[in-house]
């Protein structure tokens, strides 16, 4: 038994002092979208690892390996009889432009095979045939070797029995900075939600801000919807941005419609903003959470196909990894950009990712401080 | 009128160890301005965040404005001011918008231009957070728990660490806001401080309240109004507290490694004797001071510590 409960409670008296303003039930929500987005824009760092960071990366390694004609093969003839006779039918070869020969004593030009000078070394055998030195466990060296038997068969009257012809295929759409483009707005949609969110939310409870706002009357819902609409944003302008730059820069093909693939964005960046909320859940310290943050991401870096594909890895292992979150963003987008795939063939992907960020952000609200 | 905060044998154990408070009580009417002193550690900033509804007691019930923090939280808050100890604002935003945020929480908040008016931040209000000194920082911190036009202003320390003209500044704010009606909450542990705001105050150790009332009140339970301190040579030769204490109108007597202070109610009649008695020992005075006595002395008198030794 209280005093209170014989005692009506203390009635809602009259402010001291007319209130000027009336404020509507979604005022909190947009101020606090609006300081976000201020803050962000007045943060040089931030506008750099957000927008410029995406592009010079894809500037660079796109330059890095952009399509070079395909490398000369370096292959050496040792001086005996029969080897002008090779060199002559290497050089009237069709394909000779990709073959560069020269004539050395023995010694100097196996010297130079072992040294990686010549991927290989054409030995005349003295009766019209040859010897191939060559290195089986390097890539060149292999590839030199189909090449020359080839030119040297050809040269010495071989007749194929079917004719092919090859077609050259470096159009936009398979190179190396069409796979690219797809994986970097992936990896930035990730990194900015973990970073946006994550490290945001740790940085304002670590300056008991957090805590200032839930003395408040704030919603708290609103808070977090606030922050996630904030990622919205700037998602919208890293997609524009480093599409936009591939397009220009590189004439990249975008495929699929743009509706699409701001869609996915929009589904991507929700997620690792789900993922960022639930790192930032209990931690008091930045540099606690900045440890957490990397550590999530760094498998992601490496196992999802952000710079080359994750087919590579062991057949065993890519289950998981297409289990991984940006794995599912990556190969949405790149579907999406790259071969025009539509939403619904990519719902095994926005499953994954859903599931990611829906299961994150019930346990993160579950778990998350406000103090 | 249900009091302004109220709350019945407050505790609270951290990890069931630490006891940071341990059975606190405290009635708080509207309209009044309530200090709760003490040192570093003793439990004053647990106990406002208790009653700010920040922080769940261990055991204990708390009531403001009559409703417990159960009922409904946000209705609760629309009418509560609240500074912390201390929160970094965020840096990149100007003082118009931070309290224009703080404002957007709040359903009938008052204006900004008005509480930066009120709060002497109208020349600041494009500066950013960043920028400003401290003085004006702890102001801004003061301006987002006025902007909601509260009831009741919680203030955890809001001085500390200022300079003086700037703490003459917050104290001005605070008078104006209790004599606006409005309740006042703040922790502290300057003495001059709890003086000169507040109506009541409690001292607070260890998690315990040792001592409430006014201010007057209690310099009134020491005794003596007026403080008495010397040192002489020899230290006395040996005379103890109680040579001191049998002087005509000494209350009591504190030897603090050999400077003496004695709560007085008459200095007249105390310092001639006491100035006979060094001389019939041929001892010579090295210092003597005179003063009112103060909540410092209140304090010591109750625990034998400085408030600062914490």
Known sequence: MTVAQQAPPAEIEEPTSAPALRNGRWAGYWHVLLARMRELQREPEVVFWVFGFPILLALGLGIAFRNKPADLTNIAIIDSAGAQDALAGIEHSPGQAKIHAQVLDSATALKGLRLGKFDMVVEPDGKAGFRYHYDPARPESVLSHAEVDDVLQAAAGRKDPVPTTSIANSEPGSRYIDFLIPGLLGMNLMNSGMWGIGFALVDMRQRKLLKRFVATPMRRGDFLMALASSRLVLMFIEVALLLGFGVLFFHMRVLGSYLSILFLGAVGAVAFGGIGLLTASRAQKIESVSGLINLVMMPMWIFSGVFFSYERFPAVVIPFIKALPLTALNDALRATILEGASLASQSGQLLVLILWGGISFVLAVRWFRWT | ?310
Not at chain 2, 202 to 221: K, M
Not at chain 2, 253 to 259: H, I, K, N, P, Q
């Open chain 2, 1 to 310: 009128m249900a009091p302004a905060i109220e709350c019945r044998n407050l505790r609270k154990t951290y990890d069931g160890k630490l006891e940071a408070v341990s059975g606190l009580s405290l009635e708080i009417q509207p309209g009044e301005c309530f200090g709760l002193l003490g040192p570093n550690g003793a439990g004053k900033t647990t106990t406002i965040e208790i009653l700010e509804g920040l922080l769940a007691p261990t055991a204990g019930e708390v009531k403001i404005l009559g409703h417990t923090w159960q009922d409904n939280p946000r209705e609760l808050r629309e009418r509560l001011g609240i500074s912390l100890q201390e929160t970094r604002l965020s840096e990149k935003l100007s003082v118009r918008e931070t309290i224009e945020l703080f404002a957007s929480f709040y359903c009938q908040p008052r204006s900004a231009s008005e509480v930066m008016e009120q709060m002497q931040l109208t020349e600041k209000a494009d500066a950013w957070v960043g920028k400003l000194s401290g003085g004006q920082r702890q102001r801004l911190a003061v301006a987002t728990a006025l902007v909601g036009n509260p009831k009741i202003l919680f203030l955890d320390e809001p001085t500390t660490g200022l300079d003086p003209q700037s703490r003459r500044q917050l104290w001005e704010i605070v008078r104006h806001f209790q004599q606006s009606g409005g309740t006042v909450l703040l922790t502290t542990h300057y003495m001059d401080e709890a003086e000169r705001l507040c109506n009541r105050l409690a001292i607070v150790d260890h998690g315990v309240i040792i001592a409430e009332g006014t201010p007057a009140d209690l310099i009134d339970r020491l005794g003596g109004h007026h403080v008495v301190e010397f040192s002489v040579t020899g230290n006395g030769n040996g005379q103890g507290v109680e040579t001191w204490r049998t002087l005509p109108g000494v209350e009591s007597v504190r030897d603090e490694d050999g400077l003496f202070s004695l709560n007085v109610r008459e200095p007249h009649r105390t310092i001639p004797a006491l100035l006979e008695v060094v001389d019939q020992q041929k001892a010579a005075l090295l210092h003597l001071t005179t003063r009112q006595a103060s909540l410092e002395d209140v304090f010591v008198n109750l625990t034998g510590r400085h408030l600062r030794e914490g």
